[in-house]
């Protein structure tokens, strides 16, 4: 037995022994002390246990050379770092780009089969493969009655309609992918890794279904094992998750070309399902940190306008490379792409002032001048990133103000910003305002703009101050309705009126007004440095005067009847004629007892001159109580009803009517409604009828006669 290799990570040791022709064994994780390891290591090893990882508590390179002195042991250093996930031996020190990054490509649906040779699995165009069949799919889902989780895109990142290999295990255990990885460097430590999802629901199969196992086995070309790993069972998830295995390995000198080797350990059945994607061969090596600036940050922020240089180094573990060559790259487009740095050829590099920009930098490093090409012989350190920025001050290109009024200022481009300005003005918001400006404020007003990480830049601007404008205008002025007037404006250049509806022109000086109301009229005058004022006048407009003398009355003479009048107008005057038999000839509302009938006019006149209106009311005096003797209630609108004049102004009266057989037909008190000719709501017939009459006053008689019906 011997020791094919002691990687080193800090205070660990990882061992790989080598026990047959073939055999490259890994185990798992032991922990000892220095005290213990010599009585403990020959039976840990008769036990089978084929790797040890020893914590060494003080000079690991003394305690471990007395291990293996002990153990008669021949052993070969090499030193990388040990991994870091339980589920994977991967890489934890510097890693190089991709020497080989498999992602089974994009593309909208099923791709096509993979070349010859790399899987003995049947190829299907099915989102959904049986036992034994693959597909390089972008989406599945829906798959055996919902069982398998729905896969929406790969795990390649930014990759559009990404596929990923999706596998229906064998039910027989075997190899399922190997392909030949060509190009690698020599005697350089390799981190393989792989992305795998468990693509069953863990209720699919009662709960039982078949967990993934799988083997990854790194060959060269002539089979000799170089690294084995495996994966151990992989369970369902509730939400299926990416998880990344793989393992690390050293490429024997002269071999450039290895075989990787996957292989499913699970048996068959219900299960036993699971997707690929983004199969990797990167360089592994020592730790390469790179930092920037004195205080070794991995980030600087800088301003355009300091014109700084600033220093980029990076350390990493001597010893390793027997002639370390070094090469710095920038990348613009957040790491997406890499440009070598002419002349930056050692592990430290001053970077010259720049433009605005984010700048990302990385160290390589390599065994030689020779390998430091080549992207399957080189590792690279960490990012590092340098972020120019430079605020761009801007303020209002060019800001006038008219004398007293308010001047405003405004600038943009930062997150803080400070004014300065004649008669020692200062202000640190983003639009200050200048009141009541004054001509020996005109000048130069400069504003120095701060951003968020402090850079500066500073902008000006001239203010100028301009004389006031003066807006002058008429008098308020009142007119008659359905008149105009003239207004006049004067103090300026050019003139605006509001409201225009009323006006001949909304902006001329002496518009003529014709408003239907009494209006305020405002004008915004402008002078010709475009400074304005404004100022109103008002237009009274007197209403023309209208008449309403009200209804016609009626009357029985030596009654009085009241009248009741109205006007409309500004203003108005009014009286009624003629002035006789009228309580109050200058009363809108009045009594009037004519001896006659009798036509009242009311005067209505505009003490402005803006015009006078009349209006009449007939006054109807009834000397006696005028009883018809017949009338027609047959619906046809004349004569309907039994109307008698002027009955209804005796509200005391009583009114009797009886058929010739002296029986009560209709009685009522007052004489508010005519009688329509029925009795309890039916029609009477056809004939005469005898009425008696009460007034109820000591100067009327008793009225009596007859009426007849007739339809």
Known sequence: ??????????????????????????????????????????????????????????????????????????????????????????????????????????????????????????????????????????????????????????????????????????????????????????????????WVKNVLKPSACNGNGIRPNLTFRIETTGGTVLTTYNSGDIPPEEVSQWHQYGTFFQTPAGVTDVVIRLTNNAPGGCGNDLALDDITFRPCGPSVNATVGASNATEFFACENENRSLLLSASYSTGVYSNPSFQWQVSTDNGLSWTNIPGANSNTYLRPPSTVGAYWYRMLIADGPANINSVSCRLSSNVVSVTVSQPNAQVTNYVFGCYGSTVAFYAAGGSNYFWTGPNGFTSNIQGPRLPNVQFTDAGWYKVRVTDFRGCTDEDSTNL???????????????????????????????????????????????????PVDSTVYRVVVFNQYGCFDTASVRVNVWKKPLANAGPDRKTRQGFPVSIAGSVQGTDIRYYWTPASSIANADQLKTTVNPPVSTTYTLHAESIHGCGMDTDDMFVKVYDKVLVPNAFSPNGDGINDTWIIEPLEFFTESVTSVYNRYGTLVYSSKGYARPWDGTRNGKPLPVGTYYYVIDLKTNREPILSGSVTIIR
């Open 1 to 194: 037995m011997r020791i094919l290799a002691a990687y080193k990570c800090g205070r660990f040791f990882q061992l790989t022994y080598k026990i047959g022709h073939n055999d490259v064994l890994q185990g798992y994780i032991l922990f000892f002390d220095r005290a213990n390891i010599r009585n403990r290591h020959s039976k840990l090893l008769n036990e089978g246990i084929r790797s040890l990882l020893i914590n060494f508590e003080s000079n690991p390179t003394y305690s471990l050379q007395n291990f293996m002195k002990t153990a008669r042991l021949f052993i070969t250093i090499y030193f990388l770092c040990l991994p870091a996930l339980v589920r994977a031996q991967l890489c934890t020190g510097s890693l190089g780009d991709p020497v080989a990054h498999i992602t089974f490509g994009t593309g909208s649906g099923p791709g096509a089969a993979l070349a010859a040779g790399i899987t003995s699995y049947r190829h299907v165009f099915s989102s959904c493969p049986n036992d034994g069949e693959y597909s390089l799919i972008d989406l599945t889902f829906n798959c055996f009655n919902g069982t398998w989780h729905t896969l929406s895109g790969d795990h390649t990142p930014n990759d559009a309609l990404g596929r990923y290999m999706l596998i229906n295990a064998s039910s027989v255990p075997g190899d399922f992918y190997v392909e030949t990885i060509n190009g690698l460097c020599p005697n350089t430590n390799y981190e393989f890794a792989v």
């Open 464 to 514: 100028v101050v301009y004389p006031a404008a003066t807006a002058q205008v008429n008098n308020d002025i009142a007119i008659c309705e359905g008149s105009s007037t003239t207004l006049n404006a004067s103090g300026g250049i050019k003139y605006f009126w509001e409201p225009g509806s009323s006006l001949s022109s909304d902006t001329i000086s002496n518009p003529v007004a014709r």
